[in-house]
């Protein structure tokens, strides 16, 4: 990336995030996605990063925004939810595009029940973060402006 151009980096939610701020609030906090998406950005911005936010319940669409980000984005940041566990769909996707992915969640997923710990994405991303809440998004924005 030449100096001076903008770091593109996409950033997607997988399903029931959109629940945030009302959901099991002893493990996800009270944060709504749409606060998280605010300060995400805001800190995008220091690091010269153009930062675009989704969110879906949509196995279907967030393949489809992956390979969309083929040749587009420079960095992804996912949050799959549920998906991370199972999905082979999205660890291939992921696999197939060749951008460097951040894998995040909210809560330390190792800390949880057995089966959160077990992620079918982290294998394809550059890394993982877990555990800080709606900050685990901003350790990632940092982290992108890394790579």
Do not use: W
Not at 70 to 75: A, L, P, Q, R, T
Not at 110 to 117: C, K, N, T, V
């Amino acid at each position: 990336m030449k100096k001076g151009l903008m770091k593109k980096v996409l950033v997607i939610n997988g399903p029931n995030l959109n629940l945030l701020g009302t959901r099991e609030k002893d493990i996800y906090g009270t944060e709504t996605l749409e606060q998280i998406a605010k300060k995400t950005n805001a800190e995008a911005l220091k690091h010269n990063i153009n930062l675009s936010f989704i969110q879906t319940n949509h196995e279907g669409e967030i393949i489809d925004q992956i390979h969309e980000a083929k040749g587009n984005i420079d960095v992804i940041i996912i949050n799959p939810g549920a998906y991370t566990h199972y999905s082979i769909a999205i660890r291939d996707a992921i696999k197939a595009v060749q951008i460097p992915t951040i894998e995040v969640h909210l809560s330390n997923v190792y800390g949880r029940e057995e089966f959160r710990s077990k992620s079918v994405i982290a294998p394809v991303c550059v890394g993982q973060i877990s555990g800080f809440g709606g900050n685990s998004y901003i350790l990632a924005v940092n982290a992108a402006a890394s790579i």
